[in-house]
């Protein structure tokens, strides 16, 4: 990890010196030692305030048993957080030069995130999503200058890239107006074509010229991430299970969901972790998928921390739902989270029809978990902990075969 005092790697610059104004050029895409900067960990870590405000209001829209408006809030929100950030992450692995001017406009793309944040609960509970849509703006106003600070720099398909880039966001920043003049019942029809414009918005820019990320660095900070966004999750569900145990002095009723829950967050970094992706990032093809597919990584992540919530309240009555779909608010986003992680990640490495069936079938039965009532958090978390152990036997049987089969082969 590089720090504010270590010069970036082919830097003549002594440690310590403040970096001036420069040009804003792409950085190599081979370039050695390219690691997340104590700048990308700080927005990371002030993005966390944002997916942990949502949590909440997804808890307490489920509790009271508005999941399916819950849920929509939810996805919408975490649209806004996601895309913000995965628009700086990749961005950032092109043309991060950390000069001033860089350090400000990403200070203020963190100020706007804390402006979302504040407005996270207004539009849960009364739909009013004027906060959260300045903040969002105010993170992609920041991210349109520079944009336009590389076009400024660079000539050719590269400036043009940059002014589509520029243009593109600028414009759809218009469209997410609609979320607060235009009435209720129709937002979410502007959100899912104002999402889908912003999605189109990177191929449509890089068509005349890729940007230049680097794998290595693109799959530490979405590694990263994970880890901050699971993290999360322990502390939503060790908030929710000290708040039972002292309320309500039932340590015997939330122990096996605690103990459940931590099984399965385990088992959802172990198995994220499992396979080096940056080898998977060859193009802009593999990395849009990948990159777009982590929406439902990070965002069912976060949700096991909040159905866990749920459990716990459900569990000590202060939830007034059923068992069944207090159990179904941790087992479905964890089952989406295995099989959505198995799509994007492991079945890439995977060999035999054994190694690729573990993590779908445990989506499967972590789903089948949901029927088993109060144990079923329990259940759910041994499952996952058993595809672990699973997938480790069948990869060791696989390297002991092929050591077998290179030790039976004559040299030439």
């Excluded at 849920?71 to 950032?92: D, E, G, K, Q, S």
């Excluded at 509970?125 to 720099?153: F, K, N, P």
């Excluded at 921390?305 to 749920?310: C, D, F, M, Q, T």
């Amino acid at each position: 990890m590089t720090s504010s005092s270590t010069p970036a790697p082919g830097s003549d610059r002594p440690p310590g010196h403040r970096r001036p104004l420069r040009r804003l050029t792409a950085r190599g895409r081979g370039e050695s030692h390219r690691v997340a900067t104590p700048l990308e960990l700080f927005f990371d870590l002030c993005f966390v305030v944002a997916i942990a405000q949502a949590g909440i209001q997804l808890v307490h829209a489920v509790a009271e048993g508005h999941a399916g408006e819950g849920i929509l809030n939810y996805a919408m929100v975490f649209f806004a957080i996601w895309w913000a950030w995965m628009n700086f992450t990749w961005f950032a692995s092109a043309y991060d030069n950390d000069d001033i001017l860089y350090r400000v406009v990403t200070l203020i793309q963190i100020a706007g995130v804390l402006v979302l944040a504040a407005g996270v609960s207004r539009a849960f509970e009364d739909h009013e999503y004027q906060a959260v849509v300045l903040g969002y703006v105010i993170m992609r106003l920041a991210l349109v200058t520079q944009w336009l600070r590389v076009a400024g720099s660079s000539d050719g398909p590269e400036r043009r890239m940059a002014l589509r880039y520029a243009g593109g966001v600028l414009l759809c920043q218009i469209g997410w107006v609609g979320l607060v003049v235009l009435p209720e019942d129709v937002r979410p029809w502007v959100f899912l074509v104002m999402a889908t414009l912003e999605l189109c918005v990177p191929p449509f820019a890089e068509r005349v010229h890729p940007t230049s990320w680097h794998p290595h660095h693109i799959a530490e900070r979405y590694g990263l991430f994970t880890i901050i966004v699971l993290g999360e999750t322990i502390a939503a569900a060790t908030v929710a299970v000290k708040t039972g145990i002292d309320e309500n002095d039932a340590l015997s009723d939330v122990l096996p969901i605690a103990a459940g829950g931590l099984l399965i967050i385990f088992a959802a970094w172990w198995i994220y972790f499992v396979v080096p992706i940056h080898g998977h990032l060859r193009s802009n093809q593999q990395a849009f998928l990948w990159g777009y597919g982590h929406y439902v990584v990070f965002a069912s992540a976060a949700a096991i921390g909040a159905g866990l919530e749920v459990a716990v309240e459900q569990t000590v009555g202060k939830a007034h739902i059923s068992t069944l779909a207090a159990s179904a608010a941790v087992t479905l986003p964890t089952a989406l989270y295995l099989l959505t992680v198995w799509l994007l990640h492991s079945r890439h490495y995977k060999v035999g029809i054994a190694q690729q069936l573990v993590l779908p079938t445990t989506a499967l039965l972590v789903i089948c978990c949901t029927f088993l009532g109060e144990w079923a958090v329990l259940a759910a978390g041994l499952v996952s902990a058993l595809a672990v152990a699973t997938g480790e036997t069948l990869t060791a049987r696989m390297a002991a075969r092929g050591r077998g089969t290179q030790a039976r082969t004559p040299v030439a």
